[in-house]
C-alpha cells in the first residue's frame, strides 16, 4: 500500500487467500509479515496423532464463537454444558481465551490448579455440575497478573493444551473461544479438524454494533469450512421486576437479520438476567440458582434440545 | 523494549538485553547461541523516524483499554471524543480504532461508507465533523461482512501502518480504541506510540461493567498499563444500572458482587471517574452512527461523558505543566 507523490488513490487492504491451505503460498502474501508464521502453520503437526487419539475419544466437539466480545459466549458454553450434563451427558469445556479466560469463575474452578498425571493433565472437575473443564485461567494461575503473549505462543499453549490434556470419553467437548478471528481461532479449528467438529454455536447481541462485528466470524466459519449449527441472540432483552415492562437495553432484532442474510438458523433468544451474572460470578449452576421456568432457563433449554437434536441425529 | 522471541521460554531477558543467552532462563532456548555470540540483537527500526515525525503534532495520546469485551470501549472512544470538541470546539480530535478483527468506530460515528485516499502526504483519516477525524481497518476492507483472519505480524504491521502513513496532522487528542485482550495489537499500539518526544502525554482510561467477570480480565490490563509505564488516568464503570422506561426501577442488570468499579479504585488507588448508567437510547444511536451528546443533552449517560472529558482536559493540561 505505497503511492507516488501527487497521485492520489483509493487504499484497501489486500486479501488473505481464500483457501486456507494456500496460506503463506499465494503472490498476495509475499511481503506480508504474517507470511512466515502462515507457512509454519500449514505444516503437518508431528504430534497430529496424539491430538486425534484424545479428540477421537470425544463424541460431538462444539465450538462457541462470537468475533465480538461481551455477547455471552462463556455464559452460553457453561450453560450449555450444564443443561447436558443435567441430561446425563459426561461433557467437558476447554476455555481457549488466552487473555481473558472466564471458565475457572464460572464453573466454580478458580482456585484448582491442574495436576499432571503420566497420562497427561487431569481434568478440573465443577463441582456444581461435574463438568470437566480446562482453562489458561487453571493452567497459568495468573491472578491479576496480564497474560501478554503474541500469537505464536498462545498457539503453542493451545496446542499443548489439547494434546495433554486427559480428557477421557466425553460425549460433549464445548470449546468457548476469544473475541475475533485470529491466532487462536485458527489455532483450534486446525487442532480439531481431522476429527470432525459437529460445528460452531454463534452468539450475537441484538445490537447491530455486534452483528456487524459477528457477519465476520460467520464469514470465518465459510472460509474455514467450519459448519455452523446455529445463531443465538443474548441479552436480548430486559424485563423488569417491578412493573414486567420489556425493555430492549440493547436494541434488537441482530439475531433475526444474521440468520435471514446468512441462511443460518437461529436457534433462541436469551433475554438479559441479573440472576444468572450472580449464578455465574459464584460458579454455581445455573439451573439450581434460577427457578426452573425462568425464561433463561427455558430458552436455553429449547436451544440445548435443538442442537442435540441436530447433533445427534447425523 | 526488548525484544522477546515467541519461542523463548518463561523469563527470558529479551534479545537486546544485557543476560541475553547467558542468564538461566536461556538454558535449552533454541536462541540461546544467537544471543549469547551477539549476532541476534534485533536491528533499528528504519521507520523510526517517520513514525516520531507523525506523532510529533499530536499532544495527547490517550488509550482506551479494558481486557474484557463488551464493556463499552468504543462506545466510550467516540463519546469522549464528541465530549472533549462539545467542551471546547477549537479541540483537534482524532480517533485511532486498532480492534482489527471487529471495527466499530465505522458504524459508532455514522462513516461507514467512507473510503480511504492516499495522496504524498499520507494516508487521509476520514473526517466526520470539521475537527473529529478518525481511522479504521473498517474502512480499508472490500466488504463490510469480510473476516480479518490476521495473525499477529500482519496485525502489527498494518497498526505501524496507521501511525506511519496517516497524515493526523496537528492534534490535541489521539484517542486509541484496542480489542479486548492484551496481545500483539496492544503491544503494537504502546510500542509505536512510545515513539516520541517526551513532552507528549501517552496515558490510560480503563473501562469495565459491575461485575466479577469483567474486574478480573480488567485488573489484568490494569497490570498491563503498570508492567509498561502507562498512567492510567481513570477508571470508567460502565451499564452501572438500568432504569426502567416505565416504572422508573432502578436495577443492576450486571450486579457488581465484588463491588464493582468503585471496589477496584479503591483497591488499585485509582481515580473513578464515572459510573454510567445503561441507556438503550445509546445502543440506538451507536448504531445509527448518530451523537447521542447532540441528540440527548440532558441525559445522565451525556452528563457523565461530560464529567468524563473534563477529567482528561484536566489530567492532560496537569501534565502539560509538569
Not at chain 2, 484517542?175 to 512510545?194: A, K, M, N, Q, R
Request: net charge negative; with cysteine.
Amino acid at each position: 500500500m505505497t503511492s507516488q507523490a501527487g497521485d492520489i488513490e483509493d487504499i484497501a487492504v489486500q486479501e488473505c487467500p481464500s483457501n486456507m491451505e494456500d496460506a503463506g503460498k499465494a503472490e498476495v502474501c509475499v511481503g506480508c509479515p504474517g507470511r512466515e508464521l502462515c507457512l509454519e502453520g500449514n505444516k503437518p503437526d508431528p504430534d497430529q496423532k496424539i491430538i486425534d487419539t484424545r479428540l477421537r475419544a470425544i463424541k460431538h466437539k462444539i465450538l462457541v464463537l462470537s468475533g465480538k466480545g461481551g455477547v455471552g459466549k462463556s455464559s452460553l458454553a457453561v450453560m450449555i454444558a450444564q443443561l447436558l450434563a443435567s441430561d446425563g451427558k459426561s461433557v467437558g469445556v476447554l476455555d481457549v481465551d488466552v487473555c481473558g479466560p472466564s471458565i475457572p469463575l464460572m464453573m466454580g474452578v478458580a482456585d484448582q490448579p491442574v495436576l499432571d498425571s503420566q497420562w497427561g493433565w487431569k481434568p478440573v472437575v465443577s463441582p456444581s455440575s461435574n463438568i470437566k473443564t480446562l482453562s489458561v485461567g487453571s493452567l497459568l494461575a495468573s491472578g491479576s497478573q496480564a497474560v501478554v503473549w503474541r500469537g505464536p505462543r498462545k498457539t503453542s499453549l493451545i496446542r499443548r493444551m489439547v494434546k495433554d490434556k486427559l480428557w477421557g470419553r466425553l460425549d460433549y467437548l464445548i470449546v468457548d473461544t476469544p473475541p475475533g478471528t485470529s491466532d487462536e481461532h485458527l489455532s483450534i479449528v486446525k487442532l480439531l479438524a481431522h476429527t470432525h467438529p459437529e460445528g460452531a454455536v454463534i452468539v450475537t447481541s441484538p445490537q447491530k454494533l455486534a452483528t456487524g462485528v459477528v457477519s465476520r466470524e460467520i464469514r470465518f466459519c465459510q472460509k474455514l469450512g467450519i459448519p455452523i449449527l446455529g445463531l443465538i441472540e443474548n441479552m436480548s432483552g430486559f424485563r423488569c421486576p417491578c412493573c414486567s415492562e420489556v425493555s430492549d437495553v440493547f436494541s434488537s432484532g441482530g439475531g433475526e437479520y444474521l440468520s435471514v442474510k446468512y441462511g443460518v438458523p437461529l436457534l433462541g433468544t436469551v433475554p438479559l438476567e441479573p440472576q444468572l451474572t450472580a449464578a455465574h460470578e459464584t460458579g454455581s449452576n445455573f439451573l439450581v440458582q434460577l427457578p426452573p421456568h425462568s425464561p433463561t432457563v427455558e430458552s436455553v433449554r429449547q436451544i440445548v434440545v435443538t442442537l442435540q437434536a441436530k447433533v445427534e441425529g447425523n | 523494549m526488548s525484544q522477546v522471541p515467541d519461542n523463548a521460554p518463561e523469563h527470558c531477558p529479551g534479545t537486546g538485553s544485557e543476560g541475553a543467552g547467558s542468564a538461566d532462563a536461556c538454558a535449552g532456548c533454541p536462541n540461546q547461541q544467537i544471543c549469547s555470540s551477539g549476532v541476534g540483537t534485533t536491528p533499528p527500526d528504519p521507520d523510526v523516524g517517520a513514525v516520531r515525525e507523525r506523532l510529533s503534532g499530536i499532544k495527547h495520546k490517550i488509550l482506551v483499554l479494558s481486557g474484557k469485551g463488551g464493556v463499552g470501549k468504543s462506545t466510550l472512544t467516540a463519546m469522549m471524543a464528541r465530549a472533549l470538541i462539545t467542551l471546547n470546539n477549537n479541540t483537534e480530535v482524532g480517533i485511532l480504532d486498532v480492534d482489527i478483527c471487529g471495527p466499530s468506530q465505522p458504524r459508532v460515528l455514522g462513516a461507514q461508507n467512507e473510503r480511504v485516499h492516499s495522496s504524498g502526504a499520507g494516508w487521509s483519516p476520514i473526517y466526520v465533523c470539521d475537527n473529529l477525524c478518525v481511522m479504521s481497518i473498517g474502512f480499508l476492507l472490500n466488504s463490510d461482512d469480510d473476516a480479518v483472519i490476521w495473525r499477529g505480524p500482519k496485525k502489527n504491521g498494518l497498526i505501524k501502518q496507521f501511525i506511519r502513513d496517516v497524515n493526523w496532522g496537528e492534534l490535541d487528542y489521539l484517542i486509541v480504541d484496542t480489542p479486548p485482550g492484551t496481545s500483539d495489537e496492544h503491544l503494537s499500539i504502546v510500542h509505536y506510540l512510545s515513539t516520541s518526544t517526551s513532552t507528549s502525554t501517552l496515558a490510560a482510561v480503563v473501562v469495565t461493567t459491575p461485575q466479577e467477570v469483567s474486574l478480573l480480565d480488567v485488573r489484568k490490563e490494569i497490570t498491563f498499563c503498570q508492567k509498561l509505564n502507562i498512567p492510567i488516568i481513570g477508571i470508567v464503570e460502565n451499564m452501572t444500572t438500568f432504569v426502567c422506561p416505565k416504572c422508573k426501577t432502578e436495577t443492576a442488570i450486571f450486579p457488581a458482587t465484588t463491588g464493582g468499579g468503585p471496589q477496584l479504585a479503591k483497591d488499585t488507588g485509582l481515580p473513578l471517574l464515572a459510573r454510567v448508567p445503561l441507556d438503550p437510547t445509546v445502543a440506538r444511536d451507536c448504531d445509527s452512527g448518530l451523537n447521542h451528546l447532540t441528540l440527548h443533552p440532558d441525559s445522565k449517560v451525556t452528563q457523565m461523558y461530560m464529567k468524563i472529558a473534563e477529567q482528561i482536559v484536566e489530567y492532560c493540561n496537569g501534565k502539560k505543566q509538569q
